[in-house]
């Protein structure tokens, strides 16, 4: 090749490169545009009417969604109907995963309603689940997943298989089905200790509420539930339980911890108590009106920003919200808007792939209680665990403001539902602070 030709390849060669260059550009561009305007989109707070509409038409768009991530039965054993985490997880399916996506799939009208269900969908998928069930203790174990823990310790295995295990016991019962051993959140081979129960609540570290206040408030519940079954020899460690319980409850904030612990833990303590102990049991926890106030307080501070947020903190702040609504007239009107302007806050959870992800960016590593499920992602999508989340937040902000005529079908008031389980006993708090469990008089 002569010295022209080169320098006529090496200019042909240059304007070339300029133009992959400037395309290269215009595709950033055009990117960052719709990135911009989506953005935009879920940055604007709707008002009430915009929101009805945005959350009627999130069935459909979830259902889609929930497809990418269906896992499609690679052996005879394997039934139709598990889910994985996400579009890049690197497990093909896990129990809570598919625990996670039925939940949402209920939510709609049932399983049966969903696309390629079979008319066996449910029997075979119990009798899948229960061979997960380890027949000393009753845990159900996910190996696969459990091998994705980073940390083995022999504690945080337990608590692992504690989430594992309720999860998958739930999803056989909606099966139809039983779980083939006894099993107990309150002690092993599904008998509850009362003493390893108290002796928990005592040593517990209460600046981890959330996590403290989660197994304190589901054993609470179970303990509760034996006592009206008629296990009268257990109603002492319940009130002397429910005590400790409440004696951690900060008086000024309503929550649960110290007002200097991170917001995430006061408010997951306070839900994960609040709302059992009101729901399952009927006890109205004290302070509930400090908890408004620091609900509408909260909700104004930079601390609750759009930019950052967590999926489960907003749901957290609505549930709460919700507690106080029902419990009394306090602020009625000032907690209302709050749940109005939640919904605004799950869309911008939205992802482009069409589900919800826990944390707004969507790129973030996918955890599930310190197992790895994917790494960072350079583009954003949707997670099981954020969708879920949302979506239970978004239906019981449906009902809690008396809207019709929309995804979810009208359900009782949660004093219905609590009485249809027949409790035997009433719960009581004294002025100073005093639990005491009592039969309640004959109809």
């Not at 799939?105 to 997960?132: C, H, N, T, V, W």
């Not at 027949?135 to 174990?141: H, M, R």
Request: with cysteine; glycine share 8%; hydrophobic share 35%.
């Amino acid at each position: 090749m002569n010295r022209r030709n080169t320098q006529e390849g090496g200019q042909a060669f240059g304007r070339a490169l300029a133009l992959v260059a400037l395309c290269m550009l215009m595709a950033l561009g055009s990117a960052y545009g719709q990135d911009a305007s989506r953005q935009s989109l879920q940055d604007r707070v709707m008002d009430e009417q915009q929101a009805r509409q945005w959350v009627n038409q999130i069935p459909e768009q979830v259902i889609a969604w929930l497809k990418t991530i269906q896992h499609q039965p690679s052996t005879p054993d394997e039934p139709w109907g598990l889910f994985t985490f996400s579009v890049d997880s690197k497990v093909p399916y896990s129990l809570p995963s598919t625990a996670l996506a039925w939940l949402v799939i209920q939510s709609f009208g049932g399983i049966e309603k969903y696309p390629g269900y079979p008319s066996d969908g449910k029997s075979r998928m119990a009798a899948f689940l229960q061979k997960f069930q380890e027949p000393k203790t009753g845990v159900f174990i996910d190996p696969a997943l459990e091998a994705r823990l980073g940390d083995k310790s022999e504690e945080v295995v337990k608590r692992f298989r504690a989430d594992i295990t309720k999860w998958t016991r739930n999803m056989v019962m909606y099966c139809g089905a039983q779980p083939l051993y006894p099993y107990s959140s309150g002690g092993a081979g599904g008998t509850f200790d009362t003493q390893a129960y108290l002796k928990r609540l005592r040593e517990a570290d209460w600046t981890k509420s959330w996590e403290v206040g989660s197994h304190a408030g589901f054993q609470t519940v179970e303990l509760f539930e034996m006592v009206n079954r008629g296990r009268d020899d257990c109603i002492p460690a319940l009130e002397e339980g429910i005590k400790i319980i409440l004696q951690n409850q900060n008086a000024k904030t309503g929550m649960w911890g110290r007002e200097d612990l991170p917001l995430e833990q006061q408010l997951g303590g306070a839900l994960k108590v609040i709302l059992r102990f009101q729901f399952n049991m009927g006890l109205i926890v004290p302070h509930m009106e400090r908890l408004a106030d620091s609900l509408i307080r909260i909700h104004k501070s930079p601390d609750f920003s759009r930019s950052g947020s967590d999926t489960i903190v907003a749901r957290n702040v609505a549930e709460l919200a919700y507690a106080c609504m029902a419990a009394s007239d306090y602020r009625k009107q000032e907690l209302r808007p709050i749940l109005v302007d939640l919904i605004s806050v799950m869309r911008a959870h939205e992802q482009p792939d069409g589900g919800f992800s826990r944390q707004q960016t969507g790129k973030d590593p996918i955890v599930f209680h310190g197992a790895s499920i994917a790494p960072a992602s350079q583009k954003p999508r949707g997670d099981i665990h954020g969708l879920q989340s949302t979506v239970y937040a978004l239906e019981n902000v449906y009902h809690w403001l008396g809207w019709t005529d929309g995804p979810w079908p009208p359900r009782p008031d949660w004093r219905e539902e609590l009485a249809r389980r027949e409790h035997k006993y009433t719960i009581q708090i004294g002025e100073s602070g005093e639990v005491s469990v009592r039969r309640k008089a004959e109809p």
